[in-house]
């Protein structure tokens, strides 16, 4: 079974940068694509940037610019946020999916918050 774990969320003001990191375990064969999706209070939940294990990346228009995803290994992945906005605030997931065990998975991690606010 593969798991995410994700750390990094904190309260920040406006302006100011996090990191969150995200760790996959488990009987993992190989990653295709990690990423990050967040969730507002009353919205739906939707991709923030995502990477695939080529490197290639893709960002929600409203982050581009203030937000790189990196893949730093095969079974890790960052988001480094920086001018960071209130509208920025939700509790962020991160995402895999890949092959176990000859068999294809996709997984979400339990989510970490970010709260922007003065």
């Known amino acids: 079974q593969v798991q995410l774990v994700e750390s990094g969320g904190d309260l920040v003001q406006p302006g100011g940068s996090l990191r969150l990191s995200c760790a996959a375990s488990g009987s993992i064969f190989s990653i295709n694509v990690m990423g990050w999706y967040r969730q507002a209070p009353g919205k739906e939940r939707e991709l923030v940037a995502r990477v695939t294990r080529s490197g290639s990346t893709n960002y929600e228009d409203s982050v581009k610019g203030r937000f790189t995803i990196s893949r730093d290994s095969a079974n890790t992945v960052s988001l480094q946020m920086n001018s960071l906005k209130p509208g920025d605030t939700a509790v962020y997931y991160c995402?895999?999916?890949?092959?176990?065990?000859?068999?294809?998975?996709?997984?979400w991690g339990q989510g970490t918050l970010v709260t922007v606010s003065s």
């Open positions: 995402y895999a999916n890949g092959f176990s065990s000859g068999r294809y998975f996709e997984v």
